[in-house]
């Protein structure tokens, strides 16, 4: 069975750090672009960042440039989304995104930024 899980989120306060996690099972990661996405209440799903199969050439939303970095280890079929310096506007349900030919969601993380 198919599977992408996300963790790590939570309620931290502006300017803390989290980090996300996106394990997968079924299936190898290392042949497919990984990325992550977002989607505040009242808005559509955004790319937060992607990273390809080699882990070259990330690339980022601009609003998360220089503060959010996403990697991936192969190894052990996660990929990860190290968020520093969180704002609010950072609110929003995380999810994580691995396509090859097909494209296979996780069921999202919820990340709250406030105060």
């Known amino acids: 069975q198919v599977q992408l899980v996300e963790s790590g989120g939570g309620l931290v306060q502006p300017g803390e750090s989290l980090r996300l996690s996106c394990a997968a099972s079924?299936?190898?990661?290392?042949?497919?672009?990984m990325s992550w996405y977002r989607q505040a209440p009242g808005k559509e799903r955004e790319l937060v960042a992607g990273?390809?199969?080699?882990?070259?050439?990330?690339n980022y939303a601009d609003s998360v440039k220089g503060r959010f970095t996403i990697s991936r280890d192969n190894a052990a079929n996660t990929v990860y989304l190290q968020m520093s310096s969180l704002k609010p506007e950072d609110t929003a349900v995380y999810y994580c995104?691995?396509?090859?030919?097909?494209?296979?969601w996780g069921q999202g993380t919820q990340v709250t930024v406030s105060s």
């Open positions: 995104r691995a396509v090859r030919v097909r494209v296979y």
């Open positions: 079924g299936f190898t990661i290392s042949m497919y672009a």
């Open positions: 990273i390809s199969t080699s882990g070259g050439s990330p």
